[in-house]
């Protein structure tokens, strides 16, 4: 297990099943989070430099948007409850999901659960052990 240092007082790690569980929400939610900075700063850095023109981060739940809060709300969490639904699929049953139910033509090499690879890692960082333990380190 990558990042292992034996350190586990509150015996989380003793199921296998629920431990596989916490690996992957810890890399999911890493990577939503590194998603979130850049997503702050980018608009920011390309406004100031006049490529765009939007408001800052703090006040972008004051923009208008094409549709009520409710609403993007609700296809929000229709969209990610598909995708959820997906990965906790193959958690349980690695493999299960490599081939795209709308698009038959798309299917993933098999892979290890969280490091998907294909059209997911175009610029073909291997998921070596040190690279793991990189990501679950940040």
């Known amino acids: 297990l990558p990042g292992d240092n034996g350190f586990d007082p509150l015996g989380l790690a003793e199921d296998p099943e629920n431990l596989r569980w ?17 997503g702050m700063l980018l608009p920011e850095v390309l406004t100031s430099i006049g490529i765009i023109n939007v408001p800052k981060w703090y006040d972008a739940g004051k923009a208008e948007y094409f549709a009520s809060s409710s ?18 699929q193959d958690i349980k ?13 798309y299917s993933l090499a ?13 610029l073909n960082f291997a998921p070596t052990l040190e690279a793991k333990e990189k990501e679950l380190a940040n």
Not at 110 to 122: A, L, Q
Request: overall charge negative; some cysteine.
């Open 22 to 38: 916490y690996v992957q929400a810890e890399l999911v939610n890493g990577r939503w989070a590194m998603l979130g900075v850049v």
């Open 71 to 88: 609403t993007l709300f609700v296809i929000e969490l229709i969209l990610f409850h598909y995708v959820e639904v997906r990965r906790w």
């Open 93 to 105: 049953n690695p493999g299960c999901v490599n081939q795209d139910p709308i698009f038959k033509q």
């Open 110 to 122: 098999p892979h290890e659960c969280g490091y998907p690879g294909g059209i997911f890692n175009p």
